[in-house]
């Protein structure tokens, strides 16, 4: 019988390649708890953001079609904008436009307070009080309002009285008049001049005139107490408006923009008080010569003068014309007089008074001064003829200072 070879190793029993596990049985032998790896999803089954639905974002099932993007800048969105930013530019502008006459004394007196205050500060310097100088130098300006007045006032009352007493004597020598007659019996202009009165037309005519004088007079009084008590309250306040108006400016250029400020109001107060001393000098001048030579009315027409004189450019030749018109209906020798008088005058005023008062205000081109003056009448009548000058002033030295080196350096 034949012998069956015996491997190596009898004893051990061949290995059997073990059986797979199910899915069933690997799911149960995984370990549970916080440290579970989640099992693998079926290979049949598809992720859920591959699934079709209404979450996609790519949009393949929508009912209605793929969603753009959202609407940020809609043609109705961008035309509401605009509607509203010119209503609201519009409502500014109307606003501006009600509030211009307040604008312009709330200016005005800003412009008086910082003219003020180099006396106020010269009073100061005397070791005097801030309140005490303020004081002094609007007591100074509301006498001269007083003077003014009562100059002015008693002349003119007393030359409407009189015109008023002769005006029947002027209708008699009309009606005495031969010309007058004949025009009458040809047209009847005295028979239509004396209905025209007794309807009560001139009655309504002249209560109409009057009401709109006492309005004008009523409106002038309360603008000059208002502009008088917002110069007294901006005079006070000034110091501290200064230094709110300079913090505004960010700390790095504080320094230089407080500088600046304070050269352009140096320059605005030297030039309102230089302008002021120039209207006196003309109204001190104007008094003396008028005095001299017996002239009615020569403190009146002195103090018009001075005033006029404030106007640039045409000021002191419109009172100069007014003051000789006024001497020539006394006495043409008068009138002729008082023209070369302001002829004289103004040249020296012009050519050695201004330039020597001004010369440590503002520096501007006389070109440049033409210009602003009639731009700011133009604008704001004969308050932007006053202002125009050391605004000029100012946006020159803004120039110089800041716009040039900054180009410069570019």
């Not at 004893?11 to 390649?17: F, K, M, Q, S, Y």
């Not at 500088?259 to 003309?282: F, H, R, T």
């Not at 010569?289 to 009315?297: D, G, I, K, M, T």
């Amino acid at each position: 019988m034949p012998e069956v070879p015996q491997a190596a190793g009898a004893d051990e029993v061949p290995a059997t390649p073990a059986p797979r596990p199910s899915p069933e049985s690997a799911a149960r032998a995984a370990p549970s708890g916080p440290a579970a790896v989640p099992a693998a999803a079926p290979a049949d089954v598809a992720p859920r953001h591959d699934r079709p639905g209404r979450g996609d974002p790519l949009g393949e099932a929508e009912p209605y079609g793929k969603p753009g993007k959202p609407l940020t800048r809609s043609p109705f969105l961008v035309g509401l904008t605009a509607g509203l930013g010119l209503l609201t530019a519009w409502a500014l502008a109307q606003a501006l436009i009600t509030a211009r006459s307040v604008i312009v004394l709330v200016v005005v007196a800003m412009f008086l307070a910082v003219g003020l205050n180099p006396a106020v500060e010269a009073l100061q310097r005397r070791r005097m009080p801030r309140r005490g100088a303020i004081s002094i130098v609007f007591g100074a300006v509301i006498l001269f309002f007083v003077l003014f007045g009562l100059a002015i006032v008693p002349p003119v009352s007393r030359e409407i009285a009189s015109f008023v007493g002769a005006v029947p004597g002027y209708i008699q020598e009309l009606l005495a008049n031969p010309t007058l007659k004949e025009l009458d019996g040809d047209y009847q202009i005295l028979t239509r001049i004396g209905d025209y009165i007794t309807s009560g037309g001139l009655a309504q005519t002249v209560a109409g005139g009057l009401v709109g004088a006492g309005a004008v007079v009523f409106n002038a009084f309360f603008s000059g107490v208002t502009l008088l008590v917002l110069t007294l309250y901006f005079l006070g306040s000034l110091p501290s408006i200064k230094d709110y108006l300079f913090r505004l400016a960010p700390s790095s250029r504080r320094e230089r923009t407080r500088a600046l400020g304070d050269e352009i109001l140096n320059g605005i107060g030297g030039y309102v008080a230089g302008n002021l001393l120039i209207s006196v000098i003309a109204g001190g001048v104007t008094w003396v010569f008028l005095a001299f030579l017996n002239v009615q009315y020569a403190l009146a027409l002195a103090l018009v003068v001075a005033v006029t004189d404030l106007i640039p450019l045409v000021g002191a030749t419109i009172g100069a014309v007014l003051v000789s018109v006024v001497a020539l209906l006394q006495s043409g020798t008068l009138g002729i007089a008082c023209a070369i008088f302001f002829l004289v005058y103004q040249q020296i005023e012009n050519y050695l008074v201004y330039p020597r008062v001004m010369k440590h205000s503002v520096d501007v081109a006389p070109a440049v001064t033409v210009i602003a003056a009639l731009f700011g009448g133009a604008l704001l009548g004969i308050v932007g003829a006053l202002l125009a000058i050391p605004v000029a002033a100012a946006i020159a030295l803004i120039i110089r200072e800041v716009v040039l080196p900054r180009q410069a350096r570019l």
